[in-house]
């Protein structure tokens, strides 16, 4: 559970918009990991222990823990349990699938008696439409995160493509307001055109926007907040490899902190450059 | 490892171009079940030993394992060991992810010595274009099945978009030919549009089609036959609630055997009507 208001009020309180992404590939983890009995969770959670305070949401992506069979799906679990409920949980999972099969995708990372864990929001793909988004958001205070503008090379392929109302991606944000609120369904749209921001916020000034692509993929943290922050905020801008990797050694746990830190400061100014904080 | 070579001899000895969908819900399986320590795998064996020379591909679809935690996980890498070798297996899973991403996705559905399983195909959603699909062809005799035109009713909110080259789902067939070869690639096109068959085997008469849609969702068998088959079949035609819930009694296996066996008959008359059977 975690209304609109609720994330809101973390961004204030924290002055900061970060998610932190744990994408965690036990082959990048520091090697002293290995002695522990269960390396990846013991990676996760001083990485959450170390960073909480700092950022507002995480984000695991599906894929790093699927990858392990059962033990990483497991681990999953464990990592969206051992988040504080103070942080809004993002499963970072690209689903999409027709009506009876997105219900089941909506119980597997909404419905904790079934599945184990409880997510804040999942994010969708829309190329299958209504049918694959709307079975999420049966639940309340739930979100779906619908891909809309990605942050990889190659979104050129279809979200680009000229339809008759505009890209693909415009028509994708277009046609989706009417499936739910902005209480409901945010957006991801990538940092690395922040030009783009401006279009994008033409067509939903209020939504939530999820930002990957600040940092290691190139995008500008300024210019995003130029073009895409609203009155709420508006924006959970997202950090992955530069922060859990931040450093290879013992103190990968501090050096991670470090780095949110560092990116929390600048957020801060943002915030403040926009009058969300006085 | 299942070649294009291997599929069409399996279709030839079999008479049957059938793919079971294992979509098996916990909730829709004989209660009788219940009283075995894993009903979901007790009832998954039985379909598989029921019917397993009757088609020619499985496909569970990874929402339905997934919703039940990492012990539905263990499930879906059980049924894919428990597969027989002559059967291809299709993961159902309609990932898709960005380049890093996309390699831990491919890990989890190809590599068995990480994920504990290994199937033969995984479906793949398009809409983060070439890099999403790329990390699933560098495993050799796998293939990817890419989303092209769905069997949902909302297929039409983003696939029937009219771009520069056509509606959206073309595009996707045009663009995507050029990053695998047929013998990689195959494209999920919904029976509920039997017309559609024409417009797509201009674009890609030889590649494989994986159709879902035939019987519940009200798409024909003849129709797709007659639009779609091409010298090597080319078509894998799915069913899954028909065949696996033909009857919701002790008899459950001995139905979707009849069930599967009255599918096969009309497909070998329709491998005959079409000549690739003599």
Not at 105 to 131: C, H, I, L, Q, R
Not at 141 to 150: Q, R
């Given at each position: 559970m975690f209304s609109r208001q609720q994330l809101v009020s973390q961004i204030h309180k924290k002055k900061s918009f970060l998610c932190i992404g744990l994408?965690?590939?036990?082959?990048?983890?520091?090697?002293?990991?290995?002695?522990?009995?269960?390396?990846?969770?013991?990676?996760?959670?001083?990485?959450?222990?170390?960073?909480?305070?700092?950022?507002?949401?995480?984000?695991?992506?599906?894929?790093?823990?699927?990858?392990?069979?059962?033990?990483?799906?497991?681990?999953?679990?464990?990592?969206?349990?051992?988040?504080?409920?103070?942080?809004?949980?993002?499963?970072?999972?690209?689903?999409?699938?027709?009506?009876?099969?997105?219900?089941?995708?909506?119980?597997?990372?909404?419905?904790?008696?079934?599945?184990?864990?409880?997510?804040?929001?999942?994010?969708?793909?829309?190329?299958?439409?209504?049918?694959?988004?709307?079975?999420?958001?049966?639940?309340?205070?739930?979100?779906?995160?619908?891909?809309?503008?990605?942050?990889?090379?190659?979104?050129?392929?279809?979200?680009?493509?000229?339809?008759?109302?505009?890209?693909?991606?415009?028509?994708?944000?277009?046609?989706?307001?009417?499936?739910?609120?902005?209480?409901?369904?945010?957006?991801v749209v990538g940092a690395t055109r922040g030009e783009a921001f401006l279009t994008i916020r033409k067509q939903v000034p209020d939504h939530f926007l999820l930002v990957p692509g600040v940092g290691a993929q190139g995008g500008s943290m300024e210019e995003v907040c130029k073009y895409g922050m609203n009155e709420s905020c508006g924006l959970i801008i997202n950090a992955s490899r530069s922060v859990i990797y931040a450093s290879n050694g013992r103190d990968f746990a501090e050096a991670a902190r470090a780095e949110a830190l560092s990116i929390q400061v600048e957020m801060e100014k943002q915030l403040v450059k926009y009058r969300f904080l006085e």
């Open positions: 994408d965690t590939d036990p082959e990048k983890i520091p090697a002293f990991l290995n002695n522990f009995p269960n390396p990846v969770m013991e990676f996760n959670r001083r990485v959450i222990d170390a960073t909480h305070d700092l950022c507002i949401a995480y984000k695991p992506n599906t894929a790093f823990y699927e990858s392990y069979g059962a033990k990483g799906w497991q681990n999953l679990i464990d990592t969206c349990n051992y988040i504080p409920d103070d942080v809004f949980k993002i499963a970072d999972a690209k689903r999409g699938d027709l009506g009876n099969t997105g219900e089941m995708y909506a119980k597997a990372f909404f419905n904790k008696a079934s599945s184990g864990m409880e997510f804040d929001a999942v994010t969708v793909a829309p190329y299958m439409g209504a049918d694959s988004v709307i079975p999420f958001l049966a639940y309340q205070n739930k979100w779906v995160i619908l891909l809309a503008l990605t942050s990889n090379q190659s979104h050129q392929d279809f979200q680009l493509s000229e339809t008759e109302n505009g890209a693909l991606y415009e028509q994708v944000l277009q046609k989706s307001q009417t499936w739910g609120t902005t209480e409901q369904l945010m957006y």
